[in-house]
């Protein structure tokens, strides 16, 4: 689980997975699934974490500046 300062887009290009939400504590959410065609937003300092379902995935991320 990491977090930045910045807010992110995330568009799934290929592959599949879960993502966590998570606290300073690393205590972790069951996780989201995501998979290819899905949109993921992410405001400034939210905790998070990703896992692959066994390929790696391909993600295109955008950092909002």
């Known amino acids: ?9 995330a568009y799934v290009i290929g592959g ?3 993502l ?3 606290t ?3 205590e972790k959410t069951e996780g ?4 290819a065609g899905d949109f993921i937003t ?5 905790p998070h974490g990703w ?3 066994g390929e790696p995935g391909r993600i295109l991320f ?3 500046s």
């Open 51 to 53: 896992r692959s379902d």
């Open 16 to 18: 599949s997975g879960k």
């Open 20 to 22: 966590f939400a998570g």
């Open 42 to 46: 992410f405001r400034a300092n939210t």
């Open 1 to 9: 689980v990491h977090a930045d300062a910045a807010e992110w887009l």
């Open 24 to 26: 300073a504590e690393m």
């Open 32 to 35: 989201v699934a995501y998979g």
């Open 62 to 64: 955008v950092k909002r």
